[in-house]
C-alpha cells in the first residue's frame, strides 16, 4: 500500500503562529485569555488550556493584570475598542491575510459599492470582515445570490478558506445582477494549495482520508472536495477514528487535513494506517 501525504495538510502559516503566539504567552504571563477558541480544533484548545491559555466567552471575565490574546480568525473593531478602553494588554494573534481582507472589504465601501462577503453565516472570521464596514451583503451559496435584486456598483471579498468553485458560481450569478462589480480574490494561498492538492489525491488515490474536527469549515470543505471526486473518502478527528475495513482493497491512501489540525494528529493517522498494511510501507509528499 503507497501512502501519499499533502504536502500543505495541517496548520497554515497563520495558525500555527497563532497557537505558538498563545503558547509563548501562557508561560511568559502564567495565564492569557482568548474570547473564543482560538482555532476550531478541540485538541488544540485542550493542550492550549493547559499551558496557561483559557477560553472565556466576555472581556469582563479577563482578570486586569491578565493579558486578552486576539485570535486567527480577526476581532471586530468594537471588541478592540472596549479591550482597550478596559486598558487591558491585547496581544494580537490576527492572521496578516486575514487583516488584509479587513483592510480590502474597507477600500471597497471608500469607492462607494455595496460590499459582499463570501462565506459561512455566522463563522468567527465571516463576522469580523463583516464588523469592518456598515451593512454588508453576506453570501455563502448560489441561491442566496439569486435571491439579491439589482444593484449599481458593489464589491466582494470571500472568506479566506472558501472552494474558488462555490465563490465563482456565486461571481457568475451577480455578474448578472450588479452593474458595476469589482471583486477581490481573498482566498488565502495555504488554501488554494491544499485545495489543489487534495484534489489531484483523491483522483489518483484509492481511499482518501482527511483529517480535520467537524467543527472546522475548511477541513468539512477538504472533505468535500475529495468525496465529489472519490466517494471513498473519509474525515477523522484522530487516528482512532479509523476503521481498517476502509483500507482492505486499498493500494493507495491519500492524507489531508485541515488548516486547524496539528502535526502531531496528521502523524499519528499516518502510523495508524501504516499498521493496516501488512507490508512495510513509507508515506510519499505529494506536491
Not at 478592540?80 to 491585547?90: D, G, P, S, Y
Request: glycine letters at 4%; one cysteine or more.
Amino acid at each position: 500500500m503507497k501512502i501519499l501525504v499533502a504536502k500543505d495538510a495541517g496548520y497554515c502559516f497563520g495558525v500555527r503562529d497563532a497557537v505558538n503566539l498563545a503558547k509563548k504567552s501562557g508561560t511568559d504571563f502564567e495565564e492569557v485569555y482568548m474570547l473564543g477558541d482560538i482555532v476550531h480544533n478541540e485538541k488544540v484548545v485542550e493542550d492550549l488550556n493547559k499551558k496557561g491559555s483559557k477560553v472565556v466567552s466576555s472581556l469582563e471575565d479577563i482578570p486586569k493584570d491578565k493579558p486578552v490574546l486576539f485570535r486567527a480568525h480577526g476581532t471586530d473593531p468594537e471588541t478592540w475598542k472596549a479591550a482597550q478602553k478596559k486598558k487591558l494588554n491585547i496581544i494580537d494573534a490576527t492572521c496578516p491575510l486575514v487583516t488584509e481582507i479587513h483592510e480590502e472589504i474597507k477600500i471597497l465601501e471608500s469607492e462607494n459599492r455595496r460590499t459582499i462577503i463570501i462565506g459561512d453565516h455566522n463563522h468567527d472570521e465571516v463576522i469580523g470582515i463583516a464588523a469592518q464596514v456598515e451593512k454588508p451583503i453576506i453570501i455563502s451559496n448560489v441561491e442566496e445570490a439569486k435571491s439579491l435584486g439589482k444593484m449599481k456598483r458593489a464589491g466582494v471579498v470571500s472568506q479566506s478558506t472558501q472552494m474558488i468553485e462555490n465563490v465563482q458560481e456565486i461571481l457568475n450569478v451577480l455578474s448578472e445582477k450588479v452593474y458595476d462589480l469589482r471583486f477581490i480574490n481573498t482566498i488565502c494561498f495555504p488554501t488554494r494549495r491544499n485545495h489543489e492538492q487534495i484534489k489531484e489525491l483523491a483522483d489518483i488515490c484509492d481511499l482518501m482520508i482527511v483529517i480535520g474536527s467537524f467543527t472546522s469549515a475548511n477541513s468539512k470543505r477538504l472533505t468535500q472536495l475529495s468525496l465529489d471526486r472519490n466517494k471513498n473518502s473519509y474525515q477523522v478527528t484522530c487516528s482512532e477514528e479509523l476503521e481498517e475495513s476502509w483500507f482492505s482493497d486499498s493500494k493507495s491512501v491519500g492524507i489531508s487535513a485541515g488548516a486547524s489540525t496539528p502535526d502531531e494528529l496528521i502523524h499519528d493517522v499516518i502510523n495508524k494506517v501504516k499498521t493496516f498494511s501488512k507490508i512495510k510501507v513509507k508515506e510519499t509528499t505529494y506536491e
